[in-house]
Nanobody, 121 residues
Framework: QVQLVESGGGLVQAGGSLRLSCAASGVISSINDMVWYRQAPGKQRELVAAITSGGSANYADSVEGRFTISRDNAKNTVYLQMNSLKPEDTAVYYC???????????????WGQGTQVTVAS
């Protein structure tokens, strides 16, 4: 059974930093792109940052220059370093992968349970 488990959320003052982690549990051979999304109350879920299996990263304009996505393929883990946090970054943050491989078989569309990030002004 494969699961994505996020951690690292919490309450922080504006201007502060947090580091989110998302670890994939299970016997996994490889993971395709990994993506962080967020959803604020009353708003649609939005893409925050994405990273390919080779390490190429993309960011939403709203977080460019403040957030950094990285991954450790040996640990099947993706990270989101969030600096200079703003109250508008307050949301539940989710990690997602569109596919992962266990031995010779691909499995699709995994989401984590989410972790709350609250930025106080």
């Amino acid at each position: 059974q494969v699961q994505l488990v996020e951690s690292g959320g919490g309450l922080v003052q504006a201007g502060g930093s947090l580091r989110l982690s998302c670890a994939a549990s299970g016997v996994i051979s490889s993971i395709n792109d990994m993506v962080w999304y967020r959803q604020a109350p009353g708003k649609q879920r939005e893409l925050v940052a994405a990273i390919t299996s080779g390490g190429s990263a993309n960011y939403a304009d709203s977080v460019e220059g403040r957030f950094t996505i990285s991954r450790d393929n040996a640990k099947n883990t993706v990270y989101l370093q969030m600096n200079s946090l703003k109250p508008e970054d307050t949301a539940v943050y989710y990690c997602h992968t569109d596919r992962l491989r266990i031995r010779l078989r691909w499995y699709y569309d995994y989401w984590g349970q989410g972790t709350q990030v609250t930025v106080a002004s």
